[in-house]
C-alpha cells in the first residue's frame, strides 16, 4: 500500500492559517491503514487545529470529512458538493499525493493542502512498522532476484549484485536499513537459485519508470463502456 | 451489528424473571444505586427478599466461573437495596385506578402479591385475601430468620402494599369467604395459595409423641414459639425445608441433630450451599437412608429405623424409590421431623365449582393459567408444584399477564411456561487464560458454633467498598465491540491491538462477543473510527464535556482542568455524582471512565477544544490495570497526543498522567491539587512569553 | 593490447605493479594537484585520481588527471555511477580518451549521504543518478572500445583506447557472495581490479584461493589495495566502519604498543605510529607479493601521499619499470 505520515501540525497550521473556514478530508484507503489520514486521524487533526486557533484567537472553522478513497470521482463528489454549499475556503487532504491532487484538480478556487508526507510503496513489517518495497518502476524484475526487488531496496538500485559497502546484511547509508541485495542473496541461495546471479543484467530502459515522464495506465474494455454511455446519453438527449 | 439475533448475558436468561443483573452491576460501577433498585424492582417486586434468600440461578451460569468464580450477584443485589433505603421509601407512590375492573388474589406469598403488584400498576383494582394474621406466604411463616430477617420481607411488602393492593388479613376463602362470592364481586380471580401442608409418612410409630410436621414446626418457630425438640433430633428429608429445620433444631438447643434423605449426598435437593452451612453448624447426614418406622416407648419417640435407599428415580426420573429392606439402621432420636414434601390447602375451593385435579392440586392449564372455571386463574406453588422464591415471583408475572388479557380481551392467553432468551456463547479456552484472576470478594461468616446460638443473621451485606470491588469482576458480557462494515477497512489494527485475541478480519473486522472483554482498546486506536463499544462509547465523552464545562469562564485566571479517572479505582461515590457548581469551585471536571486504557487521541485532546487549560489523567494502580497491556497502550497514546499539543505551541505537559494509590478516594484530590499547580505555572510561563 | 597504456603494458611485462592515489581538491586550484604529482613522480606505475570520493564535490576525476598527465604521470581515472548518467557517462569516456586518458576505473560510488560526514556538509540531500551500476558500467566501456557501440547501439567513429578497471572487495558482505561478484566483473570485461584496502592478509588469501579455483586471476589482474595506516584511531575507524575492511587485532596491538611507548608526549606518540603504519604497509605489500594471484598493490595514502615513494622503496620496489616509448 501507499505509506505515508502526517506532516507537523505546525507546518499543516501554516498552510491553512488565513483560512476561515476549512475542511479536513480523510481517506479511507491506504491512508487509514498506515494510520496516518483515517477517520480517527482527520479527528485527531481537527481537533489540535481547533485548539490552536483558540489558543491563537483566530476565527476559524475546522470541519472533518472522510471519504471512501480521494482517488475516485464518484467518492470525492460528496467533498465538492460539500465544499460549494458550505462555502468552504480551503481543504486539507490527509489522503496520499494522490489525493491532493486530484481534489485539486476538481476544486477551481479552493485550495487543496497536503496533510500527509507520502513516502513509499510498502508492506507492514510489523505492527506500527512500514518498509518501502516497491519502487514502481514500471518493468517488473522480481523473477530475477527471488521475488525482493533491487530497485526499491537497494539504496543505489544496483542490478548486479551487492556494491559491498553493507555491513552484517546492512546498508551503508544506515544500520536500519537493509542490504537489499543481501535480502536477494540470501533468497536466492534458499531458493538455489543463486546461480542465476551470475548472469549479467544489462543496462536497463528506464523508461517505464517516472523517468520516462508521468505514465499512465488504461483498460480499454472498460473504456469502450464509457464511450458506449456517452453515445448513448447523447442519443438520448 | 450482528446479524444473529441479538443475545442476552447469562445471568439475565438464566433468572426466571430475567433480571438484567449486567445492567445493575454496571450501574452499580457508575454509583448509580438508585437505578439500579429501580431496574431491580422492575422486573422483581421481591428483590430485598431475593436479596437474601434467592437461589441465585444468575451466578450458576455467569461466565466468570472459568476465570475464577462467578459474581456475587445476590450479594450485590442486597448491596443495592441497603444502599438505597431512603430513595426506596421515596420513590413509593400509590398508582391511580384507571380501569374500572377488580381482581381478587387468593394467598398473599410472593406468587399473588407479584401479581397483585403488577395488575395494580396496570390500572386495575386488587383485593389480596390472606388467610392468616400477616402477608408474606412462606416467605413469613416459614423461612427461618437468621436466612430472612422479617423486616427486609416488609420492605418488599409494604413497596407492594403501598401501590394502592387492598388487603384484607386473617380471612380465609372457603371459611371466612367463598370463592364464588369472589367470583361474583370481582371481574377475576386468582388463586395462589401454595403448598402450605407438610405431607405425612405412613410408617409404623409415625403418631407417637415427638413426631413433628416441618411446616407447622417452622411456623410455630417464626411465631415466637418452638417445640420441644430435646437432645437428639432427627429430620426426615432432603430439601430445603428439612435443612431449615434442622439449623433451627440446632439454635432450639438439640445437641445432635441429623439429617436423614433418601437421596444420596450428591443428589440431595437442598442448595448445596445451604447444605455446607448446615454442616457447619454441626449438622449430620445420613444419605441414602429412608424412615422404615419411628421407635418409641411408652407413647414417646425414642429414636427411628431407617431402611437403605438403593436408587431414587427411575429409569424414567421419576420419584420412584427402591429400598433394601435387609440394610437397616437406627439412630436414637428425642423427636422426629417429617420434611418430606409439601402438599396444597384446598379449603379455599370449598362450595365452589372450581375443581381439583390430580396429586392434590388445582385442575391447571398450565399455557393459560386457568383453572376449571372461567374467569378463574392460578399461580404459584399451588399450580407449578415446589418451587423456589424467585420462580413464584416469576409466575406471579405470568398470571398477572394472563388476567390483564383476560380482563382486556376476554379471551385466555396462552404463554410458554418460561420465556426463552438466546444467551450469548460460552467463553472460549484461549480467552480465559487470558483473563485477570481476582478472587471473589467473600463475607466472611461466623464458625457454625456460634451461628447457632441464636436466630440472627448468620450473614452481613457488602460493604460499598466490597460491593464495587466485586462488580469490577464483570466481564460486562453482551457489551463489547462491533463494527460498522462501512467504514472498516479491514487494516488489522484491531486485531494486532486486542490483548485477548477476540478480533479477526476476513475482509472486515469482527469481534466474537463471546469472547469480547468490553475492554475499548480496539476502539481507541481504530484508524477508520469503525469501532463502537456497546459498554462504555467515548463518544459520550464530548457530550458530558460540553454540560461540564459549559459553566466554567475560559478567560478567567483560574486553572480549567478535565480529568479522565478510572471508575475501577473508587470505593465509594464520593467521586461520581456531577456537580457543576462543584466544577466553578474547584477548577477540576471529573469524567469517570471503567479504565482510561479506552481514552483515544481525540478524547484527550477534546477538553482542550471546549476551553480546558489541562488534562488530568489518573489510571489505576500499577499492575493493577483488568486488561493486560492497557496501561502501556495508554502511555504511548497520551506521548501522541502531548506531541499533538507540542505541534500547535503549546506544553505537551498539559497532558498529566497519574496512577492511583491505594483508592481513589486517598489519593486523586492530591493530583488534582498538584496538575492545577504544574497548569499554573505553565499558564504564567506562557503569560510572560506572550509580553 | 587493448589500450597501450602504461599500466597495461607493466602488467603485460609480468612486473609487481604498483599504483597509487591521488585526492583532488575541494576546489579549483589546479597547483594541489601538480603538487601531488610532483611529490608521487616515479614510484607507481599509474595514478588513480578520485573520483567525489565519499560524494565529497571536488575537482574532477578528468581534469585532475589531465593535469598530473602534464607532469608525466599515468592517470588512472575514476567513474561512479552516482552521478551521471549512460549518456554523460559515454561523452565523458569519449572526452576522457581524446583528452589521453588510458585507464579508467569503474565503480558504483558511494551514496550521497556519505558526504555529510565530520565536519563537512556534503550533499546529501542530492537526487543520485545510477542510472547502471559497476558492472554495467565495465559492459558500456568494453562496448565502446571493442565493439565500437554506444549502449544505445549508436556507433562511435572512433574507439576509446581503454584499460577498464574495477573494484573487488573481497571481505565484503556477505562474504560467501564476493567471489561470484569478482566473476562477474571479469564476465563484463574487466581488465585489471584494484581491492579494497587489506589488512587481514590470512582472510583475503582465503577469497584469493576461491577466486583461483575459479580461473578469475588469469583472466584479471587484481591488485591489492593497501591503505597507509597513520595512527591507532584510523586502524579502530576503518575496522569498525568502513565496510569489507577488517583489521587483526595483532595490528592493532602493534599500533597502541607504538603509542604507548611515547607516554606523555604526544609528538613521539605521532611520530612513533606514523612509523609503524609504513611499516605495517611495507610488511603488507611483502604479504601481498607472495600471495598467488596478485599481481601489484594499489597504495592508498589519504592526504599523506608524499610517504608513498618512501613506502614503494621500503618494500623494494623501486626504481618501477621504464617502459619503451610506444611504436
Redesign the interface.
Known amino acids: 500500500m501507499i505509506v505515508a505520515e502526517r506532516k507537523p501540525l505546525d507546518e499543516i497550521k501554516r498552510f491553512i492559517e488565513g483560512f476561515e473556514r476549512v475542511l479536513v478530508v480523510g481517506c479511507g484507503g491506504c491512508a487509514t491503514v498506515c494510520l496516518a489520514g483515517g477517520e480517527a486521524e482527520v479527528k485527531i487533526v481537527g481537533s489540535a487545529l481547533r485548539i490552536a486557533a483558540r489558543k491563537e484567537g483566530r476565527r476559524q472553522e475546522v470541519l472533518e470529512d472522510c471519504v471512501t478513497r480521494q482517488c475516485e470521482p464518484e467518492f470525492v463528489e460528496q467533498i465538492l458538493v460539500r465544499v460549494k454549499e458550505e462555502g468552504v475556503t480551503a481543504l486539507l487532504s490527509l489522503a496520499c499525493g494522490v489525493g491532493v491532487n486530484f481534489l485539486a484538480e476538481r476544486l477551481g478556487d479552493i485550495p487543496v493542502f497536503p496533510g500527509l508526507n507520502t513516502k513509499f510503496f510498502g508492506a507492514t513489517a510489523e505492527p506500527g512498522v512500514w518498509v518501502e518495497m516497491c519502487a514502481g518502476c514500471g518493468n517488473c524484475m522480481l523473477h530475477l532476484t527471488g521475488g525482493i526487488c533491487p530497485v526499491a531496496r537497494c539504496s543505489k538500485s544496483l542490478l548486479n549484485g551487492p556494491c559491498g559497502g553493507s555491513t552484517d546484511g546492512k546498508c551503508e547509508i544506515s544500520p536500519d536499513v537493509d542490504c537489499g541485495w543481501a535480502l536477494i542473496v540470501e533468497r536466492m541461495k534458499r531458493l538455489g537459485t543463486l546461480d542465476q546471479l551470475a548472469e549479467i543484467t544489462p543496462a536497463r530502459d528506464w523508461s517505464s519508470s517516472p523517468h520516462g515522464g508521468p505514465r499512465r495506465v488504461v483498460r480499454e474494455d472498460l473504456r469502450e463502456l464509457a464511450a458506449e454511455a456517452e453515445e448513448n446519453s447523447a442519443a438520448a438527449s | 451489528m450482528d446479524i444473529d439475533v441479538e443475545r442476552e448475558a447469562p445471568c439475565l436468561v438464566a433468572c426466571p424473571v430475567h433480571t438484567d443483573t449486567r445492567l445493575m452491576v454496571e450501574h452499580i460501577l457508575e454509583g448509580r444505586y438508585e437505578d439500579a433498585l429501580d431496574l431491580l424492582l422492575e422486573a422483581n417486586p421481591f428483590t430485598s427478599v431475593c436479596g437474601r434468600i434467592c437461589h441465585h440461578p444468575c451466578e450458576e451460569s455467569c461466565r466468570r466461573v472459568k476465570v475464577d468464580a462467578p459474581l456475587g450477584l445476590r450479594q450485590l443485589k442486597r448491596f443495592v437495596v441497603e444502599a438505597t433505603t431512603d430513595y426506596r421509601l421515596r420513590r413509593r407512590t400509590p398508582i391511580e385506578r384507571t380501569r374500572r375492573e377488580k381482581v381478587a388474589v387468593v394467598g398473599a406469598g410472593p406468587a399473588g402479591l407479584t401479581a397483585a403488584h403488577d395488575l395494580v400498576r396496570a390500572g386495575f383494582g386488587v383485593t389480596v385475601f390472606e388467610a392468616g394474621p400477616e402477608p408474606g406466604g412462606m416467605l413469613g411463616t416459614t423461612i427461618p430468620r437468621y436466612r430472612l430477617p422479617y423486616e427486609v420481607l416488609r420492605e418488599d411488602i409494604d413497596d407492594i402494599l403501598a401501590l394502592g393492593v387492598e388487603l384484607r388479613t386473617e380471612c380465609a376463602v372457603g371459611r371466612d369467604i367463598s370463592l364464588e362470592e369472589l367470583r361474583r364481586e370481582f371481574s377475576a380471580t386468582l388463586i395462589a395459595t401454595g403448598l402450605s401442608e407438610s405431607r405425612t409418612l405412613g410408617v409404623p410409630g409415625i403418631d407417637s409423641h415427638g413426631v413433628l410436621l416441618a411446616l407447622p414446626l417452622l411456623r410455630a418457630i417464626l411465631a415466637g414459639g418452638g417445640a420441644p425438640l430435646g437432645e437428639r433430633a432427627v429430620v426426615i428429608g432432603g430439601g430445603n425445608v428439612a435443612i431449615d429445620v434442622a439449623r433451627c433444631a440446632r439454635r432450639l438447643g438439640a445437641a445432635e441433630v441429623t439429617m436423614a434423605c433418601l437421596e444420596a449426598r450428591e443428589e440431595m435437593p437442598a442448595w448445596e450451599w445451604e447444605t455446607e452451612e448446615a454442616l457447619e453448624e454441626g449438622i449430620e447426614l445420613a444419605p441414602s437412608w429412608g424412615p422404615k418406622a419411628v421407635l418409641s416407648a411408652e407413647g414417646r419417640v425414642t429414636g427411628v429405623e431407617l431402611k437403605q435407599c438403593v436408587r431414587v428415580f427411575d429409569e424414567e426420573g421419576k420419584f420412584n424409590p427402591a429400598f433394601d429392606e435387609a440394610e437397616t439402621t437406627t439412630l436414637a432420636a428425642d423427636s422426629v421431623v417429617l420434611a418430606i414434601g409439601q402438599a396444597a390447602d384446598l379449603t379455599c375451593l370449598k362450595g365452589s365449582s372450581v375443581k381439583a385435579g390430580p396429586g392434590g392440586r388445582l385442575e391447571y392449564d398450565a399455557e393459560t393459567m386457568g383453572t376449571s372455571e372461567r374467569g378463574v386463574f392460578a399461580c404459584g406453588e399451588v399450580s407449578t408444584g415446589p418451587g423456589a422464591a424467585v420462580e413464584a415471583v416469576a409466575d406471579g408475572h405470568r398470571a398477572a399477564r394472563a388476567i390483564a388479557h383476560f380482563l382486556d380481551t376476554g379471551e385466555v392467553l396462552k404463554q410458554p411456561p418460561r420465556e426463552e432468551l438466546p444467551a450469548i456463547g460460552e467463553l472460549p479456552e484461549e480467552t480465559v487464560e487470558l483473563i485477570k484472576a481476582r478472587p471473589r470478594v467473600e463475607v466472611a461468616r461466623a464458625p457454625g458454633e456460634t451461628r447457632v446460638e441464636d436466630f440472627s443473621e448468620i450473614e452481613r451485606g457488602f460493604t460499598e467498598a466490597e460491593a464495587r470491588a466485586e462488580a469490577q469482576r464483570c466481564m460486562a458480557c453482551t457489551t463489547g465491540a462491533f463494527v460498522d462494515e462501512e ?1 472498516c ?5 484491531c486485531v ?1 491491538i486486542c490483548p485477548f485475541g477476540v478480533a479477526t478480519v476476513t475482509k472486515t473486522a469482527a469481534m466474537p462477543e463471546e469472547k469480547c472483554q468490553a475492554c475499548g482498546l480496539c476502539a481507541a ?6 469501532i463502537a463499544l456497546k459498554r462504555y462509547g467515548t463518544e459520550r465523552i464530548e457530550e458530558d464535556l460540553k454540560r461540564l464545562l459549559s459553566e466554567a469562564d475560559a478567560s478567567s485566571s483560574s486553572v480549567l482542568i478535565v480529568s479522565f479517572c478510572c471508575l475501577f479505582e473508587t470505593t465509594s461515590r464520593k467521586f461520581l455524582d456531577e456537580n457543576r457548581e462543584e466544577v466553578a469551585e474547584t477548577g477540576v471536571a471529573r469524567v469517570l471512565v471503567p479504565c482510561v486504557g479506552r481514552l ?3 478524547d484527550i ?2 477538553p ?2 471546549h ?1 480546558a487549560d489541562g488534562v488530568c489523567i489518573i489510571a489505576c494502580a500499577e499492575g493493577e490495570c483488568l486488561y493486560p497491556t492497557a496501561e502501556e497502550r495508554l502511555g504511548a497514546r497520551v506521548e501522541q497526543a502531548r506531541r ?2 507540542e ?4 506544553h505537551g505537559d498539559r497532558i498529566a498522567l497519574w496512577r492511583t494509590q491505594e483508592s481513589a478516594e486517598v489519593s486523586w484530590t492530591a493530583f488534582w491539587e498538584m496538575s492545577r499547580r504544574h497548569l499554573a505555572l505553565i499558564k504564567a510561563e506562557e503569560q510572560k512569553e506572550a509580553q | 593490447m587493448k589500450s597501450g597504456s602504461n599500466l597495461e603494458r607493466v602488467l603485460e611485462a609480468g612486473h609487481f605493479t604498483v599504483t597509487a592515489e591521488i585526492g583532488p581538491p575541494m576546489g579549483c586550484n589546479g597547483e594541489v594537484v601538480l603538487e601531488k604529482a610532483r611529490l608521487l613522480k616515479g614510484c607507481a606505475d599509474a595514478f588513480n585520481i578520485t573520483d567525489c570520493q565519499t560524494a565529497v564535490v571536488r575537482m574532477s576525476s578528468i581534469a585532475s588527471a589531465v593535469l598530473v598527465m602534464r607532469e608525466g604521470l599515468e592517470p588512472v581515472m575514476q567513474m561512479t555511477c552516482r552521478d551521471r548518467n549512460r549518456i554523460a557517462i559515454q561523452a565523458d569516456i569519449l572526452g576522457a580518451a581524446a583528452l589521453g586518458i588510458r585507464n579508467c576505473l569503474c565503480i558504483a560510488g558511494d551514496h550521497q549521504s556519505f558526504g555529510a560526514a565530520g565536519r563537512l556538509k556534503g550533499h546529501p540531500g542530492a537526487k543520485n543518478v545510477y542510472d547502471v551500476d559497476s558492472i554495467q558500467l565495465v559492459s558500456i566501456l568494453k562496448g565502446l572500445r571493442d565493439d565500437g557501440q554506444q549502449q544505445g547501439g549508436d556507433e562511435v567513429e572512433m574507439r576509446p583506447p581503454l584499460f577498464i578497471g574495477a573494484v573487488w572487495t573481497p571481505l565484503g558482505d556477505p562474504i560467501d557472495f564476493r567471489p561470484f561478484r569478482l566473476a562477474k566483473k571479469v564476465e563484463a570485461g574487466t581488465d585489471f581490479i584494484q581491492t579494497q584496502g587489506i589488512y587481514d592478509m590470512e582472510l583475503f588469501r582465503q577469497q584469493m584461493a576461491i577466486a583461483r579455483e575459479m580461473g578469475l586471476h588469469e583472466r584479471v589482474a587484481i591488485l591489492a589495495g593497501i591503505i597507509v595506516p597513520r595512527n591507532l584511531g584510523m586502524l579502530r575507524y576503518m575496522n569498525s566502519s568502513v565496510a569489507g575492511v577488517t583489521v587483526p587485532e595483532e595490528l592493532m596491538g602493534r599500533m597502541a604498543a607504538a603509542r604507548k611507548a611515547a607516554g606523555e608526549d604526544k609528538a613521539q606518540a605521532r611520530r612513533n605510529q606514523e612509523e609503524e603504519g609504513i611499516r605495517i604497509t611495507v610488511e603488507l605489500i611483502e604479504q601481498a607479493q607472495e600471495t598467488e594471484g596478485v599481481r601489484g598493490v594499489h597504495i592508498q595514502a589519504i592526504e599523506w601521499e608524499q610517504k608513498v615513494p618512501e613506502i614503494v622503496e621500503r618494500a623494494g620496489l623501486m626504481p618501477r619499470p621504464v617502459m619503451p616509448a610506444e611504436g
Open positions: 467504514r477497512v479491514g487494516c488489522l489494527t494486532r486506536v481504530c484508524p477508520a473510527a469503525a483515544s487521541v481525540p485532546l477534546a482542550f477544544e476551553g499533538v499539543l505541534e500547535i505551541g503549546l
